[in-house]
């Protein structure tokens, strides 16, 4: 009915210990709203199997789209996370000569232990779609899991956003709803709630959503439709707004369409 929607799981003890501030989840957030979707919940785990499971189930429990998990795809010992979707999806894991080839031609090893480091970053769980690294050395992986899909992302940032962009927008892309953003000024939220209550009602297939700020000391409302039912016009969504405004006294403009 409305936006696209994600869940995102965030893996590192060093999110958890202050060492690393979760920058990740604030620029996933803001894009991800962007491009038309949005992120519904967000969870950050430590390096661990059994809390890796929990966050997935959470996600997977979610009423989000789609699933990313940032972090936990390098060669050392505590990099688990295609081993924990292994096991939690009860599939095995499974040398990706694709992966391995992508990595050899763009980062040559070294030595015999870079070879083995490559090849435990290209052991991927059995059925998933490699996305190649072409900023670091760690592949990505899409797996489905029923009707969601899961991205699973490096937790490097500049990997992660190239990833993104290569395989996740494309995705929102197809899947993306169309919006509108209007700007309200001099209109308090309580005092219009009772008609964004009716257009929920008269537009079941859009999804109207109110967020009141100040902005430079004045009262600023911003209500956001969105769909993904072709056959809705959402300027006529628009035009209730707009009548109610103007006939009672503010200020209102259209400030975005997708």
């Known amino acids: ?18 060492r690393t501030i979760n920058g990740n989840l604030q620029w996933l957030g803001s894009r991800i709203y962007s491009l ?21 189930k959470c996600a997977l429990n979610s009423e989000a789209d789609f699933i990313i998990t940032t972090g936990g795809l390098g060669p050392t010992y505590d990099d688990i996370t295609m081993e924990a979707i292994a096991e939690w999806l009860g599939k095995k894991l499974v040398l990706n000569e694709n992966a391995l080839s992508f990595m050899i031609k763009l980062r040559k090893p070294m030595s015999e232990e870079s070879k083995k480091a490559y090849e435990k970053m290209a052991t991927l769980p059995e059925g998933s779609t490699p996305l190649f690294n072409y900023v670091g050395a760690a592949p990505g992986a899409m797996l489905l899991i029923g009707e969601k899909r899961l991205f699973v992302l490096p ?27 209007t700007r309200i000024e001099e209109i308090f939220e309580a005092q219009i709630s ?19 700020s100040m902005e430079y000391g004045k009262s600023v409302l911003r209500i956001e ?24 006294g503010g200020k209102i403009n259209l400030e975005n369409q997708t």
């Open 194 to 212: 009772p008609l964004i209550t009716k257009l929920t009602k008269s537009f079941p297939s859009v999804y109207v959503k109110s967020h009141p």
């Open 36 to 56: 038309g979707g949005e992120v519904l919940g967000s969870i950050t785990v430590h390096d661990r199997k059994n809390q890796i499971a929990f966050a997935l």
């Open 225 to 248: 439709a969105w769909t993904q039912d072709s056959s809705v016009d959402l300027m006529e969504i628009y035009r209730e707004l707009e009548n109610f405004v103007k006939a009672h």
């Open 1 to 18: 009915m409305g936006r696209v929607s994600a869940f995102i799981v965030n893996i590192g003890t060093e999110l958890l210990i202050g």
């Open 155 to 181: 937790g490097v940032p500049r990997e992660m956003k190239d990833m993104f962009e290569r395989y996740v927008e494309p995705f929102i892309g197809h899947s993306v709803s169309r919006g509108i953003v």
